[in-house]
């Protein structure tokens, strides 16, 4: 196959590009440069793409680098921005994943005659004996990367393909020393990409004013105050600036009036969690019991859909609105929505 | 690079290694052969020899003139006035924004959409404070060609405590520099646009224009570039300069016609295509193409894999390409500019090149447009 192979210039992609090549896959690397704004240390730094170059020169394939800059913005930065005005959870890695990599840098590669793209993903796509194409979970569980490509359908799936899901982190590292890639002991890339480590509250505040406004409990007697919404998230219980004497937990965050509530864990509990904007790998589930997962490595959950809604089998923490909940049938996924 | 090029620098990489500021023997060799090339250097672009410094490039050669001028006029009380133009180098604009910075009083003049400055807004740009203004004399992306006559003349008229910097790094293959350059007090030129070695250019300072250097020392250059000389890089760049003026005149006749016959094939054989600065007031290498509907990107990709080789806006030090401010600054709207290559032809280009280049380009296209239709 011809093969346009996302390099980032980490070790991941680094590897997934040379396993492609091993298997006789004719592989062409591109690294996307995603953000020149303010932080030069994320994902598309110019040592990351030196990075990847210097992999891609190795390997003997062509490298290029698309400047995705403006679809970047529009896409993830904005968007993101605008969940944390909203008190909504950003993905700026979901939507990454969706409007770039297979959404921007797909379609540059099938107009220019590749026939799929690769990364250096966590997840394993397979296609079972009806020619159905499946996401299952990577291999590594501690590094399973399924739940930020929730939203892939057949169409990215038959032309994506993720050769690291079937193996472990240590695997990776281990196929990277010994074919001497220079990214081998690069160590993981773990922050939004493009804000500086610990920029968060200064990146926001630059592009939406903050607005500070009351603390208060179920009654809406007022307990403290707070410097934005934005600086909270549901579930969270440390950093409120209030004594109550009990441990209290933000059970809700209301951005129009700049609001946040909070209260005991019980209630935060819910059997309910209402989804929106709901996407199937292949088509909506059944009544079933599926395994329900509310965060990046969070710990799965039983329940089942109905209609807009994921019914839980038992009481869980109350999931931010804007998370991702996605849906497995054993390891592989169903698909997924954003909590309401 | 050209062979001449190539021919004159070997003997001071392999052989005579001595510095040129030295006293002995292999030294003397060395200094000879560094002002013989400055001398030629001065012949070709109209200036004395004592008026050549020699610099790492054209990006020093113009953050020298740019910053060296304005800031010996300040220090001198002449004023502290700046005016280029939006569409210059990189190399002028980030000295003109570190200028600003200093307190300078900056402006950049806004560009005609036939990629001409606009002398209007030139003229009423300049005052009794302005005290450099730098025009490039070959834009370096769409390959017009300044009126620098009309500008010395305005500058002059308008600016009388100015000195006129061209940065003329993309005319010396097309343009005879010592007469389209001759209201400029200060000239950049860099070797590897003309044949030469990358890391090697020159600033002309003529007219005893103060400068203040950037690199300061030994006090090599007449104090204006201090530093060790690259002796091979200045008498590479004094040999590749001399085969391009020796040659310049058929070389342009020749790739002028080449390019002409590429552009009408072109917009011939490609629907909604467009062309990029007055046809007319270009030089002869420059082909500077839009296909509307078509993603530049993606079309050097698809180019590359063909082996021809085209470029869009400038590159930047991640190997990205940057949404040309060229274009921007001509008006062009961003879909278009997004949809802009530029082929460059020189002296080395070849009959069969253009045949290659009209035989593949449209087609490439053409499938590029046909994908993406399906994709939508």
């Known amino acids: 196959m011809k093969v346009?192979?996302?390099?980032?210039?980490?070790?991941?992609?680094?590897?997934?590009?040379a396993l492609l090549q091993s298997q006789g896959h004719d592989v062409t690397g591109v690294t996307l440069r995603l953000w020149g704004g303010e932080t030069d240390s994320g994902c598309c730094s110019v040592a990351d793409v030196e990075d990847a170059r210097r992999v891609a020169a190795q390997l003997d394939i062509p490298h290029y680098v698309f400047n995705l800059g403006d679809d970047f913005g529009a896409s993830v930065v904005e968007p993101y921005v605008a969940a944390y005005a909203a008190a909504r959870t950003p993905n700026p890695c979901v939507e990454c994943n969706r409007s770039i990599k297979f959404g921007r840098a797909l379609d540059r590669a099938l107009t220019l005659g590749f026939d799929a793209v690769a990364t250096g993903h966590h997840a394993r796509v397979?296609?079972?004996?009806?020619?159905?194409?499946?996401?299952?979970?990577?291999?590594?569980?501690?590094?399973d990367q399924s739940y930020v490509l929730y939203m892939l359908g057949q169409r990215e799936l038959a032309r994506s393909l993720l050769p690291i899901g079937e193996l472990t982190k240590s695997e990776v590292r281990a196929i990277a020393s010994e074919l001497g890639l220079r990214t081998a002991g690069k160590p993981e890339s773990m922050d939004v990409c493009f804000?500086?480590?610990?920029?968060?509250?200064?990146?926001?505040?630059?592009r939406a004013p903050a607005r500070p406004g009351p603390i208060v409990d179920k009654e809406g007697t007022v307990l403290g105050s707070h410097d934005g919404v934005h600086t909270l998230t549901v579930g969270q219980r440390r950093g409120l600036g209030v004594a109550t004497g009990t441990v209290r937990y933000v059970v809700d965050l209301d951005a129009p009036r700049a609001t946040v509530t909070i209260g005991a864990y019980a209630d935060l509990l819910t059997t309910d969690i209402?989804?929106?904007?709901?996407?199937?790998?292949?088509?909506p589930?059944?009544?079933?019991?599926?395994?329900?997962?509310?965060?990046?490595?969070?710990?799965?959950?039983?329940?089942?859909?109905?209609?807009?809604?994921v019914r839980l089998q038992a009481?869980?923490?109350r999931v931010a609105p804007g998370q991702v909940v996605a849906l497995y049938d054993g390891d592989s996924l169903v698909g997924g929505g954003l909590a309401c | 690079m050209r062979p001449e090029s190539i021919a004159a620098m070997e003997p001071f990489l392999a052989g005579c290694f001595a510095n040129p500021s030295g006293i002995h023997g292999a030294a003397r060799a060395a200094k000879t052969a560094l002002e013989v090339a400055r001398e030629l250097v001065a012949a070709a672009l109209g200036a004395q020899p004592g008026e050549v410094v020699f610099t790492a490039g054209g990006t020093e050669a113009d953050n020298l003139a740019v910053e060296g001028a304005a800031r010996a006029a300040r220090a001198a009380g002449r004023g502290d006035g700046v005016v280029t133009t939006a569409f210059e180098h990189k190399g002028v604009l980030a000295a003109a924004d570190r200028l600003a910075v200093d307190g300078f009083t900056v402006q950049r003049v806004g560009i005609g959409g036939d990629g001409i400055v606009d002398l209007d807004a030139l003229g009423r740009a300049l005052d009794a404070k302005t005290v450099v203004v730098s025009v490039m004399l070959v834009n370096n992306e769409v390959g017009t060609i300044q009126p620098l006559d009309e500008i010395g003349a305005l500058v002059r008229d308008r600016a009388p405590h100015a000195v006129l910097h061209t940065d003329a790094v993309q005319a010396v293959p097309w343009l005879d520099v010592a007469e389209t350059a001759s209201a400029a007090d200060l000239v950049a030129i860099s070797a590897h646009k003309f044949g030469g070695p990358k890391g090697s250019g020159a600033l002309v300072a003529r007219n005893g224009v103060p400068l203040i250097p950037l690199l300061e020392g030994g006090g090599q250059e007449r104090g204006l570039r201090a530093g060790t000389v690259n002796v091979a890089g200045v008498v590479a760049l004094a040999a590749a300069l001399q085969a391009t003026v020796d040659t310049r005149a058929a070389d342009g006749i020749r790739v002028g016609a080449m390019r002409d016959r590429l552009v009408a094939g072109l917009v011939d054989a490609v629907p909604d295509t467009f062309v990029n600065g007055d046809p007319h007031r270009k030089i002869a290498g420059n082909c500077h193409l839009g296909f509307r509907g078509v993603e530049?990107?993606?079309?050097?990709?698809?180019?590359?894999?063909?082996?021809?080789?085209a470029a869009a806006g400038s590159s930047c030090s991640s190997g990205a390409t940057e949404p040309s401010h060229v274009l921007a600054a001509m008006g062009l709207p961003r879909d278009a500019a997004l949809a802009s290559v530029r082929i460059s032809l020189g002296f080395a280009s070849s009959d069969a090149d253009v045949d290659r280049a009209l035989d593949v380009l449209p087609a490439t296209v053409a499938q590029l447009r046909a994908r993406m239709g399906a994709l939508a």
């Open chain 1, 4 to 17: 346009l192979a996302l390099m980032s210039g980490g070790v991941d992609s680094s590897v997934a590009a």
């Open chain 1, 126 to 143: 397979q296609r079972d004996p009806a020619g159905v194409y499946r996401l299952r979970r990577g291999a590594d569980s501690a590094k």
């Open chain 1, 195 to 206: 804000i500086a480590r610990g920029d968060r509250i200064r990146f926001l505040a630059a």
């Open chain 1, 274 to 283: 209402a989804v929106r904007d709901l996407h199937f790998v292949r088509e």
């Open chain 1, 285 to 309: 589930p059944d009544s079933r019991q599926l395994v329900v997962q509310t965060r990046a490595h969070g710990a799965p959950l039983t329940g089942h859909l109905e209609d807009q809604r």
């Open chain 1, 315 to 317: 009481p869980a923490p």
């Open chain 2, 296 to 309: 530049a990107e993606a079309l050097l990709v698809a180019l590359d894999q063909a082996d021809v080789y």
